[in-house]
């Protein structure tokens, strides 16, 4: 396992509502709020992972913000392509990877969240729907589930 030794930057990237912030705050240990609030540009916030300093930054995904993401993107050891594991968001995901993260050069992974509700894709479903790409089913409302977001970060950076 490869550790990381400087500050990693992991960026959380996906449409507006998705759940980025949600997922920050189970990742963080907060209590996620039910009531919606988007995040306005940009959201950074330290997180220790495998024991090293990470920031993990939170993009905001409203269209009016998207402008700013490749520079935002930047220099991310992890970009983090989250999704809200419904067929209608697929597209939009698809048109974030394509446009945004294929070709930075920066390891992808997704994560397919809000998988209590009813209907929702597997994780598997929408990996395939991504072509491929490495995707983690989540929920960020199930506080029990903070280890495994954890756990899930905590392996994708110690193999960048």
Request: charged share 25%; with cysteine.
């Amino acid at each position: 396992m490869k550790v990381l030794t400087s500050k990693s930057k992991i960026c959380l990237i996906g449409e507006g509502g998705v759940g980025k912030t949600s997922l920050l705050s189970l990742l963080q240990g907060r209590e996620v709020l039910e009531k919606r609030v988007p995040t306005v540009g940009l959201e950074v916030e330290d997180s220790t992972l495998n024991g090293t300093n990470c920031s993990i930054w939170d993009l905001a995904g409203q269209e009016r913000f998207k402008f700013m993401w490749q520079d935002f993107l930047r220099g991310a050891g992890l970009a983090v392509l989250v999704c809200d594991s419904t067929d209608k968001n697929m597209d939009k995901t698809k048109e974030i990877y394509d446009r945004f993260i294929r070709n930075i050069g920066t390891k992808i992974i997704a994560i397919a969240n809000k998988q209590d509700l009813p209907g929702a894709l597997t994780a598997q479903q929408v990996q395939k729907k991504l072509g491929g790409i490495k995707t983690y089913g989540m929920s960020a409302i199930r506080p029990e589930l903070r280890q495994r977001m954890r756990e899930i970060l905590e392996y994708e950076t110690s193999t960048i």
